[in-house]
C-alpha cells in the first residue's frame, strides 16, 4: 500500500525553549465532516503560540502543530460552501491547542473558522493581518466604543497590533498616544502615524496627562497586568481601559479589590474574539485599504517553516518589531 501524502509542519513536543520547536514531516490531514483542508501560504506568529511554547496555554494536548491563525487556498472544501481554491484566512476556534494549526503546509480547520476574501496581495502580507486585524477591530468597537476624536493610548504600541490598533484609531480619527520601551523605535511610531510616541519608563499616565491634563478617553492594555494600574491612571473620569495582551506574560489581578484598584469613574473591560468577531467584509475592506496604500499594517519578518525556531527566539528577545510571518514553501519571497 502506498504511503499517504506527507507535508512539512512544526510540532511541539514539550514545553520549552525555541529549539523544542522541530520540523517534521506529517500526513497530510483530512477534513472532518464540517471542516475543510487549507493549502496554508502564510500565517502570523503570536504570543498565544509563544504561551504555548512556554506551558502556559489551558487545555492543550502535546505533541501539537502550533499556529493560531492562517492565510491560504481551500484544497478541500469537503461539501461546505466554499470552493476549492478559495483564497480564506483560517483563525482561533481551537486552531493549535485542541487541534493541529497554521504552522505547516497543510491544516483541517472548521468551517466556521474560515473567512473568506479575495486579494492580489503578496502572501507575506496577508500573512500579517487575520488575528491581529479581529483583535484590534474587536478591541476598539466592543471593547471601546472608540468614536471620532477621542484620545487613546496603546500600551504596547510596537507590537504588530499595536501598529494595526493605530492605523485603525487613525482612520476613525482618533488621536493616538502609544508607548515602546525601546527609545530607537519612537520614530518608528511617528512614522506610522502615532501623534504622540511615548517610552514606557513605567510613568506613562504622568507622561500621558503632561499633553492632557485631564487625561484620555481609551486605553488598549497589550503589556499585561504589571503596566495595567499605571494605564489605568492615564485615564478621565469616563475614560476606559481594554486589556487585550499580555506581552508580558502576566495576566492576572492578585488581590484584586475594585475600589483600591480602579481609578475613580474609570472602566476596565476586555477582548478575545474569535473568526466570527471578524466579518468578511470588514476583512475585505482592510485588505483594500491595504492594496490602495491608505492603511499600513507596520513593519514584519518573514520567516521559512525551518526558520520559526528562530522566530520564536527573536519574539523572545525583543528583537524584531511589528509581525512576524511563516511562510511556506509555496510562497515566493
Not at 32 to 37: A, C, D, F, I
Not at 248 to 277: C, H, M, Q, T
Amino acid at each position: 500500500m502506498a504511503k499517504p501524502p506527507t507535508m512539512r509542519a512544526i510540532v511541539l513536543h514539550r514545553p520549552g525553549s525555541p529549539e523544542n520547536l522541530e520540523i517534521e514531516d506529517l500526513p497530510i490531514p483530512e477534513p472532518l465532516p464540517g471542516w475543510v483542508r487549507i493549502a496554508v501560504r502564510s500565517f502570523g506568529l503570536n504570543r498565544s503560540e509563544v504561551h504555548l511554547r512556554l506551558g502556559l496555554a489551558d487545555n492543550v494536548t502535546l505533541p501539537r502543530v502550533p499556529g493560531i491563525e492562517a492565510v491560504g487556498v481551500i484544497d478541500d472544501a469537503n461539501g461546505t460552501d466554499l470552493a476549492e481554491g478559495q483564497q480564506v484566512a483560517a483563525l482561533m476556534g481551537g486552531m493549535g491547542r485542541a487541534f493541529d494549526g497554521g504552522y505547516a503546509e497543510y491544516t483541517v480547520v472548521p468551517r466556521q473558522s474560515v473567512v473568506p476574501f479575495q486579494s492580489n496581495l503578496p502572501w507575506s502580507v496577508l500573512g500579517q493581518v487575520p488575528e491581529t486585524l479581529q483583535t484590534a477591530y474587536g478591541s476598539l468597537t466592543t471593547g471601546l466604543d472608540l468614536q471620532p476624536g477621542d484620545t487613546l493610548l496603546i500600551r504596547g504600541g510596537t507590537s504588530s497590533l499595536g501598529f494595526a490598533i493605530a492605523a485603525l484609531a487613525r482612520d476613525l480619527g482618533a488621536t493616538v498616544l502609544a508607548t515602546t520601551r525601546r527609545r530607537d523605535r519612537l520614530d518608528l511610531l511617528a512614522e506610522r502615524g502615532v501623534d504622540h510616541p511615548l517610552i514606557d519608563d513605567g510613568h506613562v499616565a504622568e507622561q500621558v496627562r503632561s499633553h492632557f491634563p485631564d487625561g484620555i478617553d481609551a486605553g488598549v492594555e497589550l503589556v499585561g497586568t504589571p503596566t495595567l494600574p499605571d494605564t489605568l491612571a492615564a485615564m478621565k473620569v469616563h475614560g476606559t481601559v481594554c486589556f487585550v495582551g499580555m506581552l508580558s506574560n502576566e495576566w492576572i489581578v492578585k488581590d484584586f479589590y475594585p475600589i483600591d484598584y480602579l481609578p475613580n469613574g474609570v472602566r476596565l473591560s476586555a477582548y478575545g474574539g474569535e473568526a466570527d468577531d471578524l466579518p468578511a467584509p470588514v476583512l475585505q475592506r482592510f485588505l483594500d485599504r491595504i492594496a490602495d496604500g491608505s492603511i499600513d499594517l507596520g513593519p514584519a519578518t518573514t520567516y521559512r517553516l525551518a526558520d520559526i525556531p528562530k522566530a520564536h527566539a527573536d519574539i523572545d528577545a525583543n528583537r524584531v518589531a511589528g509581525k512576524l510571518v511563516g511562510l511556506t514553501a509555496e510562497v515566493n519571497e
